[in-house]
């Protein structure tokens, strides 16, 4: 299964300062997909970055994907109070996404 | 809001019973799959459905089963409830298999 493996488990960090999380997989992917969720609510769907793409930007999100490494990382730049979630990435072949057991990202006001 | 609703929000039930978990998929989308989510842990997936068949299967035993409708909604049906079994159950729809997931906010079920 192309199963996502988050990386630090948990991060703490200041305001304004910059965020990044890790994640590794295992099998060859289509995609690798990040998500983010509140406590105890749904899975919010953050980026989507395709095989053949190596960095994505959406706002203040940016993604790398290294596909010889079998690992993508997120990038939250500026970070807020309302970042304060949990992130989760999953990669997607022809089979059903499998999730890590996330990042939870603190971030202090 | 991603337009994915569950129902109910919350469930309460004794080990042993039976429960059935209820998700309207967002409009356009013919997938739907089912993840369960314990304490601290990431979403297990449970199964997924494509135009009413089902389409994969993770690893948990046959009580846990599920149904899709022609409108593309969908049950999960968990029977002879154990108390592991507790725990944040979430649907998600895509317009395509391994596409982008919609979740909706999930049913949080407690096993006594």
């Known amino acids: 299964s192309q199963q996502g493996e988050e990386d630090p488990q948990a991060l703490s960090i200041q305001e304004g300062e910059n965020a990044t999380m890790n994640c590794s997989y295992k099998t060859s992917i289509n995609n690798l997909q990040w998500y983010r969720q509140n406590s105890g609510r749904g899975l919010v769907h953050l980026i989507l970055i395709r095989s053949n793409e190596r960095e994505k930007h959406s706002g203040r999100l940016r993604v790398t994907l290294d596909t010889s490494k079998k690992s993508s990382s997120l990038l939250i730049t500026a970070s807020r109070a309302a970042d304060t979630a949990s992130y989760f990435c999953a990669g997607s072949g022809n089979t059903p996404l499998v999730f890590g057991k996330g990042t939870r990202l603190s971030v202090i006001a | 809001e991603t337009g994915v609703t569950q129902s109910p929000t919350h469930l309460i039930k004794t080990r042993g019973q039976q429960v059935t978990l209820r998700c309207s998929s967002q409009?356009?989308?013919?997938?739907v799959s089912w993840y369960q989510q314990a304490l601290g842990q990431g979403p297990q997936f449970i199964f997924q459905y494509y135009r009413e068949e089902e389409n994969g299967r993770g690893n948990f035993p046959p009580r846990f089963s599920g149904l899709q409708f022609p409108n593309y909604s969908s049950e999960l049906n968990v029977n002879a409830l154990e108390l592991d079994d507790s725990a944040l159950y979430l649907c998600a729809s895509s317009q395509y298999t391994g596409e982008t997931q919609y979740f909706g906010p999930g049913t949080r079920l407690l096993v006594l």
């Open positions: 409009s356009g989308h013919n997938t």
